[in-house]
């Protein structure tokens, strides 16, 4: 979307995977200065999201949003303020349906009165959900009318506010929210498990009429893998926010997510207790190196292949270095060796695969030397080689 | 749908699977003097459902449905009233369609006569269904407007009359069907087979172009597995009629049955003859743990795992017990041992895996102590254990 | 549809597999009277159908067609009336889109205008295909609109004229066209080939985006296993037309061709050269017994069960003879002996596994004697056994 | 479509695939010069087609596209009259969406406007591609109405001017643009490998909700194959622009796919650096036996069959002579012999297995003499025989 937001993948924080419903001004607050006080901000992290349970259930008597008095006794322009004091954005969320998720009022047919509302709060950030949508999917042009009506109210409202669409991916968004939305998440929601089948995510592809929850990162990723193609400046594919720093997924695989989710330039939201980061948490978040390959001057990254226990990740910089970054995941269930050949790795660039490159290692950050013809790695089980 | 309505899952009787088409004042009302003295309503049995074939071939001079006055000659609103009198509630049947199933007159383009005729004749439910309907399918919006024509229609009456979808799953009502429906039909009509592929019924899954009948019992069970994630209060997923006490279907197979429909929230209305329960099938329909697992305070049923003869459902307490029912079914040739891991009942609940539990068998009523780590169970071909 | 015509399959024989585009009043006159002839017409053969590229190329200045007067000299009104002196009907054929699949004018948009005209020359029948339809298709109610147009063009004549419509299975006409027609092709067009995968019919399935055509007899067969529930009195499921008595189709996959045509409820429309008909094909298309399973007091046959080699297709006797006719294709490669179970056959009706019945070969119309528990029976290769 | 253009597939060369956004005057002039200085012309190479890249960023006061002036100093039209000039037709590139793919402006909503233009500049031939559409796709009827506004305007200048739809085969666009269109794409785009799975075109199916680019040439041989069937004079499946003389593909590759391109009666567009144009690539480009399978009296091509290692595809002469092309794909990885059965060749026509054929390669121009019941080949690793 050509709002001049989003030029790269939006970074910040995100009250659900914590707080789920329980938030308040303290909670934002808090989080918000446990990001500065972490200088998470300097490392790109700007928005401070507030999801679902904000409001009461009831609309006022002009049809307008109210915020839950008791949870935010002072208002939410009066947190927007405190937020932007600290030198960070405020989201704000919705659903393009009769009801939120959560069962709070919908913004469905109340979307101009829903975006007044929030650039009168000064909100900078709107995700912006789906459910209740009372059947208005099926086809693209119906989903896209549907979030065509925010982005349009979002517009008019003349504060420029970032439009994070959240539809799971149905009626392929990807196909039509980049001239709407800054960037439209591509599959059901993620939970903290590395690769698990599970009923409530029961599809293993990018179309899909059930994209539901409990979606493994792995899930996530085979269904990312096809659509890099789609995202461009200003409009990107959400993989949906980070488990990193939560429980349950090991050092690898918490390296592996950020690794991914950086490459294909998905927003990079958090989701853990920021109020309790730990230093390893801190360490995966603030790699710079991974952080460039999401807001540096790099393509978005695709995959070469998959195989039964790896993937092979490229991404191209956009500068003229000729540079480019390599991901082998192993998703296999052991520490492994693996060679990969310069033929998977420079695709369509025939001449690229006769010279020598220098390698870095990117979590490591140990130099490889120069590699010629194929590059060998170790990667640990679950883990990724990430290097360029 | 925020009716008031089917707080729980509704529970009662429905015409169809013993008398079909052969209905008439006497059978139903012997059918509702037979529940109330097999005091099924104290189990929370409620509605009276009368299905298709009770009107006339055409509509009256002013448009309205016309009841045969061969098959109730005192009229439906007299039936109604006998039907209140024994304290239960009255269900009517049409569809959304040209015709009913049946070819009698159906309700499209009819929907507000209908729904006053209904309200009229004190009808506390109506089962809406799907045949003959023009065409008016193929996007979820298409059949959500029709559905919603009578939701509107029922609304406007005044009386509060639940609404139990019928469209065979068609189009995913689970998507939509909850802000305007109590229930929704989420696949083909059941028949009393425990498993077994019929051209009729041809789909394995939830998404599914051609309904159709005689699906079995595992056959609709695999297709709810993913859609439990979709049902909460008010709004509901619909298995069909139970088959309990039909022929066929052996005592393992029948607690099976109506074990997961419990679990998975699905509405309860018995299908037999009724008026000649046996013992078996009483101790069934009246297993007060298992139909607490359905009214009482726990959340909808999902499935852990599905293996080539074994399948574990899950259902978490909504009380703050921390309790968690755990059904294991055997769709396997024989009986069998089998061991559950902790891993896959507290599937994110790492800390939970780490404690022991008190477990009671749901249908032998045993006390099976203590468990740690893993949970062993008997479970006899085409059975199900199922513990809290 | 409810217009009182095709109470049993519609019977005939149409222009297109032998004559194609080269026809004229010679040659379908020609046929009709070899028809009566062959006294095909008290076998109950009744429509004389005229295919595509009867007309001109460009209708008159009024909108009406126009037939071609070369190839009708006489005019299209005078072929009826012969056709009606020989106590036939007479079938015509246009496409509801922009051309016919010849490239004639068709009758989208033009419905009213050809209706009147087809009536006005006595039509009895109209094959309405399904070419150059301008994108109208992708949902039931796009396709449901675009041929009830023509339905109520044609009631609106007054004249009542068997619609045949050809939508070749697109967007699951047995859903929608019970209402608004007599029958509906549900597959891509048929080929004088057994069983052959072939790129120009390129699904296996009854639900297709490319129906196309040289559909094999098997293939056919299997798309339509699961739609014999949609069908009923005045509204059929058709096959396409009968490749009987054309070559490369040799005895035993004609028999078999012909019998299951007829148990599924098809439309029995012949279409090999009938004025050189051989008495092979004349003994396959008169066999009384056959043609009764179609015209006859039966249900719509069904699959019992679809083995590697072999399938069971069962059809219930709507009198109250309790008789049923079981009929097992034998698909492989080589003359076989088959056992089958009662328990296949009377897949729902339990109490009737127990008895014995007599059983007739309806081919051979040899007695089989009394059968009890199972039915044993030598099919030759690509054959049928069928009895009752 | 039936604007007298097309009448057999289209050929000619496009900037896109040597130039990409790097157009301008000299280097279209220059291409269109090296065109005709080649003799290209001669073999049936008429147009040369300006892609993407063209325009301005803005539309002017009024409406109109507007050239880049840096580009094309003297302007488009000048250059239209230049290529005239050298007897050549000029092709123009638009989107039937907000922007192009290279995010200039679309057409989509100024369809009359741009037209008008395109004819004022003189243009012979748009391109008309199918970016940012703004979710106008997913029902055949949507894309067919924004596909139809542009056909209709074309028309409306009352100049001829060539219609290729480019939407990538989504909504089955063989189904509907034959009567608005002359060539339409029926997958993603090409990229110069012989046989690869890419992520970027993830389909291995004509039927296809993301059609990408990097698809390979047997990727869309094997997508195109059912295809046939639907086209026809003046319209025609487009498998997007040859590959041949761009590096990576060897020359077995480059005769393989110019022969099947050619058979199927794609459009025949050049995409290599034609001012650099190689002998081979010449030898290639030009075979007259393979044109005039193309652009001769031949009917559209189809596949017999498809096995692991081998494809056979046949065509049908269209005069009078019974010749039939026999094309033997060898797409295993070695040099191999294969024996084709006369059944494989003869599908329905079972008196021509009978007799023998004079047989003639069309690539090593050698006479094969009498063959009878059965054709034995050499094909190298990636190559095709193709005899007539």
Redesign the interface.
């Given at each position: 979307m050509d709002n001049g937001l989003a030029l790269n993948p939006q970074m910040g924080w995100n009250t659900w995977n914590t707080f789920a419903c329980n938030i308040n001004e303290d909670t934002i607050l808090g989080a918000a200065k446990a990001l500065k006080k972490l200088k998470f901000d300097e490392y790109g992290y700007h928005y401070v999201v507030m999801d679902d349970c904000w409001s009461l259930h009831e609309r006022n008597a002009t049809g307008y949003l109210q915020y839950d008095p008791v949870k935010f006794p002072r208002g939410i322009k009066h947190l927007a303020d405190e937020i932007h004091a600290l030198g960070l954005g405020f989201g704000m969320y919705s659903s393009a349906g009769?009801?939120t998720c959560g069962r709070y009022p919908g913004s469905l047919s109340f979307e101009e009165k829903d975006a007044d509302l929030f650039a009168e709060w000064d909100v900078d950030y709107l995700k912006y959900d789906n459910c209740?949508?009372?059947?208005?999917?099926?086809?693209?042009?119906?989903?896209?009318?549907r979030y065509?009506v925010m982005s349009k109210a979002l517009n008019k409202t003349g504060r420029p506010i970032l439009y994070s669409m959240c539809n799971w991916g149905e009626?392929?968004p990807w196909?039509?929210a980049?001239?709407i939305a800054n960037s439209w998440r591509m599959s059901g929601d993620i939970?903290?498990?590395f690769d698990r089948y599970?009923?409530?995510c029961?599809c293993d592809d990018?179309?899909c009429?059930?994209p539901?929850?409990?979606c493994s990162i792995m899930n996530i990723i085979n269904k990312a893998?096809?659509?890099?193609?789609k995202a461009h400046t200003g409009a990107w594919n959400d993989l949906d926010m980070l488990e990193i720093g939560n429980?349950?997924l090991n050092y690898e695989e918490q390296k592996l997510h950020f690794t991914i989710w950086a490459m294909v330039k998905s927003p990079l939201i958090m989701g853990h207790d920021i109020m309790h980061t730990s230093d390893q948490t801190l360490e995966i978040l603030t790699n710079k190196d991974i952080i460039d390959l999401s807001q540096g001057k790099w393509g978005v990254g695709?995959?070469s292949y998959?195989k039964e226990h790896s993937q092979l990740w490229l991404q191209d910089s956009t500068d003229k270095s000729g540079n480019m970054a390599v991901a082998l995941i192993n998703n296999g269930d052991k520490d492994d060796d693996f060679t990969i050949g310069f033929e998977d790795i420079f695709?369509?660039e025939?001449d690229r695969r006769k010279v020598g490159y220098q390698v870095k290692d990117l979590w490591t950050k140990e130099d490889l030397g120069v590699v010629k013809d194929e590059l060998t790695v170790k990667v640990k089980r679950h883990g990724v080689f990430v290097g360029k």
């Open positions: 009769k009801y209740f949508n009372e059947g208005q999917s099926g086809t693209p042009l119906i989903s896209f009318n065509d009626d392929s196909d039509w980049p001239t939970v903290n498990v599970d009923d409530r029961p990018y179309i009429r059930l539901g929850h409990h893998a096809p659509l890099g193609q429980e349950n695709f995959r998959k695709l369509d025939w």
